[in-house]
């Protein structure tokens, strides 16, 4: 414990909450060891002019923090506030009282000295924004998802009186939310992401005052959940736009905390690992990988939502360079698709077709190439009408696959491609797929011409 600085550390009884927003703060926001918190805890304490005990006290008080055998006292908790620039209720600092106490529309003001997570984003959206999206309706989406972050923070916390929940209204909720999902593969991904987030800020402005144990309140969460992750797929994989999409992911996360659905907890977790994943940011990937695998043993029992998880962990396991081991989460997710169970029927991203996609891609990353061009093509030829987006994905890594034994077939295929993607414009295709091709047909016959079908394509990312 701090010595002088602050002996007012709340002993919790046995039976604790572990701190996860503490823990996710330090370790999957900013990617801080214990030992790094605690560098910067105390350089805050000394500037302060108070005293300090060693770094490795100050490690080990951290930990019961993080662990929840004790709470940080008032001074704590105020330097934790500086050295993280977040609120103390956005740190998990607060005891059930002190929330409740907090006002409805209470937003915290940005702290002095520090970037804040708010600040980052911004930067971060200035360079990342869609071909095609002006500047006024950027302005307007991101005031939405601010304001939905703003009422989801809020939901429970209500001082007034508490309402129940129209029956009808959660089941219309719903109803939406599933058109959404499905209108995801056909929709103008602009247009559908301005309904969602419609669509979204009236789900949250619902659940912001209904009583937690109302009946539909899990109903209307899991549907407002839905909503956000709809809102952040188009956002991250249509229109490559990764800081916006990383605050839909966190309304997704808060949502399905209120609707207690382990089942979509897999699906928000699991499609939140991409975007660190796609970055190769493996600390990331990982916590949010084993965050989801964590809920599986509670959701409800399906063989493809299991098989999914292990497809994408695969995928990521293989961009962050474990190629081994994605190669064994494509061979587990062969498995699990033997199993018996019940799937959810708002999984509709996924089946064995889509299994060899992942499969492709995982052997391709591994060299093994041939294989990977197998399980490619049956993908391929077992691709639907509402599966237009993947066609582009499926057909630069066929051309990787091909480059090394024939630039030539790789080159039609990457042909293909260009047509897929101009059909149905994809921004993860452009950007996750199209570099490693390029640089793969560098000095060979073929390189000019994509070069110049590339040029050509429309605007999907800046």
Not at 88 to 101: K, M, W
Not at 337 to 365: E, S
Request: charged share 20%.
């Amino acid at each position: 414990m701090m010595a002088k600085a602050d002996a007012r550390d709340v002993v919790l009884a046995p039976g604790h909450t572990p701190n996860d927003r503490l823990f996710a703060y330090r370790r999957c926001v900013h990617a801080w060891s214990q030992k790094e918190l605690a560098v910067r805890l105390a350089a805050s304490i000394r500037k302060a002019g108070e005293t300090v005990g060693s770094i490795d006290e100050l490690v080990r008080t951290i930990g019961r923090w993080e662990n929840g055998h004790s709470r940080p006292g008032a001074n704590s908790q105020k330097h934790l506030v500086l050295v993280f620039g977040v609120s103390a209720a956005e740190l998990g600092l607060l005891t059930p009282d002190e929330l409740r106490r907090l006002p409805a529309d209470f937003v915290p003001p940005p702290q002095e000295g520090v970037v804040t997570g708010q600040l980052a984003v911004n930067q971060m959206e200035s360079k990342v924004q869609s071909g095609n999206e002006n500047s006024a309706a950027t302005t307007r989406r991101d005031e939405q998802i601010l304001s939905i972050q703003s009422a989801l923070n809020s939901v429970g916390l209500g001082t007034g009186p508490m309402l129940s929940l129209d029956p009808e209204d959660v089941t219309t909720a719903q109803v939406n939310s599933r058109a959404h999902l499905r209108w995801y593969w056909s929709w103008n991904p602009q247009e559908l992401l301005d309904r969602v987030l419609e669509q979204l800020m009236l789900g949250v402005r619902m659940l912001k005052p209904a009583q937690v144990e109302s009946s539909g309140f899990r109903g209307l969460a899991a549907s407002v959940a839905h909503d956000a992750l709809t809102a952040a797929r188009l956002l991250f994989f249509d229109l490559g736009q990764h800081a916006r999409a990383e605050r839909c992911f966190a309304i997704a996360g808060a949502a399905v905390d209120h609707a207690m659905d382990h089942t979509l907890a897999v699906a928000v977790y699991t499609h939140q690992a991409f975007v660190p994943g796609f970055t190769g940011d493996r600390v990331r990937t990982d916590w949010l990988l084993e965050r989801a695998e964590a809920c599986l043993p509670r959701a409800q029992p399906s063989p493809l939502l299991e098989a999914w998880f292990r497809c994408v962990a695969a995928e990521l396991y293989g961009l962050t360079g474990r190629t081994e081991r994605s190669i064994r989460s494509v061979k587990q997710a062969h498995d699990a698709l033997a199993k018996q169970g019940d799937d959810p029927a708002w999984l509709d991203w996924f089946g064995h077709d889509r299994y060899d996609a992942f499969a492709g891609n995982a052997y391709l990353q591994a060299g093994q190439h041939e294989l990977a061009t197998t399980h490619l093509q049956r993908a391929l030829d077992a691709l639907g009408a509402n599966a237009a987006k993947q066609r582009s994905v499926l057909l630069f890594d066929r051309a990787l696959s091909e480059v090394p034994t024939d630039a030539e077939r790789a080159a039609s295929s990457a042909r293909e491609g260009c047509d897929a993607l101009i059909a149905a414009p994809y921004a993860t295709a452009l950007t996750t797929r199209v570099p490693g091709l390029t640089a793969a047909l560098k000095g060979t016959p073929f390189a000019g011409e994509l070069d110049a079908r590339l040029r050509a394509l429309p605007a999907v990312t800046s």
